[in-house]
């Protein structure tokens, strides 16, 4: 078992050789930016499956409603605009901010707790959304080009998801120099499509997109300017998915080589020129091209686009490519998610280590990894996989409005962080971070006002709800803390100790029981306990008879005590005896000894009731009683 979680994982690392899992600025691309990237395979087309779900319901019919798919651009343009305020806003935060600047430690250092625990819920919700939603659409992609794998869309994304978690468990240096091939794959084949597209578009003097605009969209009345003006706001909330990922990079500046903010601000400054490039070249060409696409249609507008470019037929070069293209965008995709992977996991590290999650995410893996918030992630987007059936136009409505708490949470703490430095140009820098958490509020407004009744109130009701659920959290353990701290009025006064050794019979682990005990307490302090099922007429048990008159034999010395038991219950009547021991001897401290065998097989122990372990549970609860195990193994084998 062990070799093959070795052969899985790989070697073990001590904690010395954390400088093996720094990573350089290209694996850092590839690990930190697989999810702003790879979002342009579905940003310009959740615009216009908004639009063609919002323009009905506005008042625009025929060419209105198709005329409005052109507005995919200015609403494409208005977020470039807004990436740009982020990426100069988020680059003084990796500055200010060297050990890792996510929206958590910005507004825990400048904000308070309550800001800082709602921006960490917030984004480990979208964490959570990141992975279903990059994961799906990666299916999406594939299934795109072989329709016939349509049904078996779930199925394939739950092995996404494990494959991606297992690849994180081996650690994000080793998971990162594995994904640089779908990271770079697809730039170079969405570059190049864009590259061809605009030749095309250039040589053949297609219409103009702004001709498109004036042919397809007719002059509107006042009501359908105002109509127009809903649309083109739920259109820009919905293509506003395309910046999630962007303060990934922010969030793990610890994972870069040295120096670590200049490299990772390097690496967010490449990102967002790649993403803007990617982003506005699709939607031009798609536009150009007067492509549209609505919601559920089962082919992506990539595709769509691809196959228009390039051709996509049976054979040839166009084939090869359109294959490659979506080949690629499958797989980055699919390990768009390794973005959560990393972050996610560190996020709730921190989290944990202020007491306001579970110690145990705080816990390294044998890879130097923090293996339980990789595992929760994973259960946690493969529920939502198999609720959503894969389809991530279903699961793009909650999407995005976490993530803009952050933006918002984290550029507000920077300002007040700027204020309280008062360092060289802090007007000026905090001027650029309070624009960063003007245009994110902003955007933030838009989008609970527009898709609040499509999902997104899940995500208004959560993140307070989740909140709530980290402050009881840390409330229990600064109560604990509080319980065991130890004062110098503390002192170690003498109790008097009564052994009680719990039977059922006389066996060798009941004598090995009794011997232990032996060693533990004055042999006059030790006194064992059965509990009898008195038979029909009244009278003790057949077996109770007999273990009275073996008794003797064995243990002598060592009185022996029945409990009746008239309900044939083991249990409650031993509670019970054990709560009246305490009241009438307060001044003793009780110990239970409890002899248990151990069978040699994990799968033995289930032909056995687990009473030992019913009474371990509930005597955990109880002040003033100690309880030991005393194993008896029926099969000892040499360790």
């Given at each position: 078992?062990l070799?093959?979680?070795?052969?899985?994982?790989?070697?073990?690392?001590?904690?010395?050789?954390?400088?093996?899992?720094k990573?350089?600025?290209?694996?850092?691309?590839?690990?930190?930016?697989?999810?702003?990237?790879?979002?342009?395979?579905?940003?310009?087309?959740?615009?216009?499956?908004?639009?063609?779900?919002?323009?009905?319901?506005?008042?625009?019919?025929?060419?209105?409603?198709?005329?409005?798919?052109?507005?995919?651009w200015?609403?494409?343009?208005?977020?470039?605009?807004?990436?740009?305020?982020?990426?100069?806003?988020?680059?003084?935060?990796?500055?200010?901010?060297?050990?890792?600047?996510?929206?958590?430690?910005?507004?825990?250092?400048?904000?308070?707790?309550?800001?800082?625990?709602?921006?960490g819920?917030?984004?480990?919700?979208?964490y959570?959304?990141?992975?279903?939603?990059?994961?799906s659409?990666?299916?999406?992609?594939?299934?795109?080009?072989?329709?016939?794998?349509?049904?078996?869309?779930?199925?394939?994304?739950?092995?996404?998801?494990?494959?991606?978690?297992?690849?994180?468990?081996?650690?994000?240096?080793?998971?990162?120099?594995?994904?640089a091939?779908?990271?770079?794959?697809?730039?170079?084949c969405?570059?190049?499509?864009?590259g061809?597209?605009?030749?095309?578009?250039?040589?053949?003097?297609?219409?103009?997109?702004?001709?498109?605009?004036?042919?397809?969209?007719p002059?509107?009345?006042?009501?359908?300017?105002?109509?127009?003006?809903?649309?083109?706001?739920?259109?820009?909330?919905?293509?506003?998915?395309?910046?999630?990922?962007?303060?990934?990079?922010s969030?793990?500046?610890t994972?870069?080589?040295?120096?670590?903010?200049?490299?990772?601000?390097?690496?967010?400054?490449?990102?967002?020129?790649?993403?803007?490039?990617?982003?506005?070249?699709?939607?031009?060409?798609?536009?150009?091209?007067?492509?549209?696409?609505?919601?559920?249609t089962?082919?992506?507008l990539?595709?769509?686009?691809?196959k228009?470019?390039?051709?996509?037929?049976?054979?040839?070069?166009?084939?090869?490519?359109?294959?490659?293209?979506?080949?690629?965008t499958?797989?980055?995709?699919?390990?768009?998610?390794n973005?959560?992977?990393?972050?996610?996991?560190?996020?709730?590290?921190?989290h944990?280590?202020?007491?306001?999650?579970p110690?145990?995410?705080?816990?390294q893996?044998?890879?130097?990894?923090f293996?339980?918030?990789?595992?929760?992630l994973?259960?946690?987007a493969?529920?939502?996989?198999?609720?959503?059936?894969?389809?991530?136009?279903?699961?793009?409505?909650?999407?995005?409005?976490?993530?803009?708490?952050?933006?918002?949470?984290?550029?507000?703490?920077?300002?007040?962080?700027?204020?309280?430095?008062?360092?060289?140009?802090?007007?000026?820098?905090?001027?650029?971070?309070?624009l960063g958490?003007l245009?994110?509020?902003?955007?933030?407004?838009?989008?609970?006002a527009?898709?609040?009744?499509?999902?997104?109130?899940?995500?208004?009701?959560?993140?307070?709800?989740?909140?709530?659920?980290?402050?009881?959290?840390?409330?229990?353990?600064?109560?604990?803390?509080?319980?065991?701290?130890?004062?110098?009025?503390?002192?170690?006064?003498?109790?008097?100790?009564?052994?009680?050794?719990?039977?059922?019979?006389?066996?060798?682990?009941?004598?090995?029981?009794?011997?232990?005990a032996?060693?533990?307490?004055?042999?006059?302090?030790?006194?064992?306990?059965?509990?009898?099922?008195?038979?029909?007429?009244?009278?003790?048990?057949?077996?109770?008879e007999?273990?009275?008159?073996?008794?003797?034999?064995?243990?002598?010395?060592?009185?022996?005590?029945?409990?009746?038991s008239?309900?044939?219950?083991?249990?409650?009547?031993?509670?019970?005896?054990?709560?009246?021991?305490?009241?009438?001897?307060?001044?003793?401290?009780?110990?239970?000894?409890?002899p248990?065998?151990?069978?040699?097989?994990?799968?033995?122990?289930?032909?056995?009731?687990?009473?030992?372990l019913?009474?371990?549970?509930?005597?955990?609860?109880?002040?003033?009683?100690?309880?030991?195990?005393?194993p008896y193994h029926?099969?000892?084998?040499?360790?």
């Open positions: 078992m070799s093959f979680r070795r052969a899985l994982l790989g070697r073990r690392l001590a904690s010395e050789e954390i400088h093996q899992t990573i350089s600025n290209p694996i850092g691309l590839a690990v930190f930016s697989s999810d702003a990237l790879s979002s342009v395979a579905y940003g310009t087309q959740a615009i216009m499956d908004t639009i063609g779900l919002a323009a009905p319901a506005a008042g625009l019919g025929g060419a209105l409603a198709l005329g409005a798919m052109a507005w995919s200015p609403a494409a343009l208005g977020i470039t605009i807004l990436l740009f305020i982020l990426m100069f806003s988020y680059n003084q935060t990796i500055h200010a901010y060297p050990s890792g600047g996510g929206a958590y430690l910005v507004a825990k250092d400048n904000l308070g707790e309550v800001s800082a625990q709602t921006a819920a917030s984004l480990l919700i979208d959570i959304l990141t992975v279903a939603v990059s994961v659409a990666g299916i999406s992609a594939i299934t795109s080009a072989f329709p016939v794998l349509q049904p078996h869309r779930v199925g394939l994304a739950l092995l996404v998801i494990a494959f991606i978690a297992m690849m994180n468990l081996r650690g994000v240096k080793e998971s990162g120099a594995f994904f091939v779908p990271t770079y794959g697809f730039v170079l969405i570059l190049t499509l864009i061809i597209g605009l030749f095309k578009a250039w040589v053949h003097s297609d219409q103009e997109l702004i001709e498109v605009v004036q042919h397809q969209v002059s509107l009345s006042i009501t359908g300017k105002l109509a127009g003006i809903w649309l083109f706001a739920r259109a820009y909330a919905a293509g506003c998915t395309a910046l999630t990922g962007v303060e990934a990079i969030n793990g500046v994972a870069f080589k040295e120096p670590v903010s200049k490299n990772a601000a390097m690496t967010m400054r490449t990102m967002v020129v790649l993403l803007a490039i990617m982003f506005l070249g699709i939607t031009y060409l798609s536009n150009h091209f007067h492509l549209t696409h609505y919601f559920a089962d082919e992506t990539l595709s769509m686009l691809t228009k470019i390039v051709g996509g037929g049976e054979h040839g070069a166009g084939k090869a490519f359109y294959l490659a293209t979506q080949g690629f499958m797989a980055i995709l699919a390990v768009a998610a973005t959560s992977y990393a972050d996610f996991p560190r996020l709730a590290a921190l944990a280590k202020d007491g306001f999650l110690r145990q995410f705080t816990s893996g044998d890879r130097l990894v293996s339980n918030g990789i595992i929760i994973s259960v946690a493969a529920a939502l996989v198999v609720m959503f059936h894969a389809r991530e136009d279903h699961l793009l409505d909650l999407y995005a409005l976490g993530v803009f708490i952050g933006f918002t949470i984290s550029q507000t703490g920077m300002v007040v962080h700027w204020r309280k430095e008062k360092g060289p140009q802090w007007q000026f820098k905090a001027i650029v971070n309070g958490a245009t994110t509020f902003s955007v933030m407004v838009v989008i609970i527009t898709k609040f009744t499509h999902g997104v109130w899940v995500v208004v009701i959560l993140v307070p709800s989740l909140v709530f659920l980290f402050f009881n959290i840390h409330r229990h353990y600064i109560r604990v803390r509080s319980k065991l701290a130890a004062s110098r009025t503390d002192t170690i006064y003498p109790h008097k100790n009564r052994v009680l050794v719990l039977v059922s019979g006389i066996h060798h682990g009941v004598v090995h029981a009794l011997s232990y032996s060693t533990i307490a004055e042999f006059g302090e030790i006194e064992a306990i059965t509990v009898d099922f008195p038979d029909t007429q009244g009278r003790d048990s057949q077996a109770l007999k273990l009275k008159s073996d008794w003797p034999k064995y243990c002598e010395g060592v009185p022996l005590r029945s409990i009746r008239p309900y044939r219950k083991v249990v409650e009547p031993l509670l019970e005896e054990i709560d009246r021991m305490r009241r009438a001897e307060p001044e003793y401290i009780l110990t239970v000894i409890i248990e065998f151990v069978t040699r097989h994990w799968w033995e122990n289930l032909l056995h009731n687990q009473t030992a019913r009474i371990k549970t509930s005597l955990l609860s109880k002040s003033k009683v100690i309880v030991i195990s005393v029926l099969d000892p084998v040499l360790d």
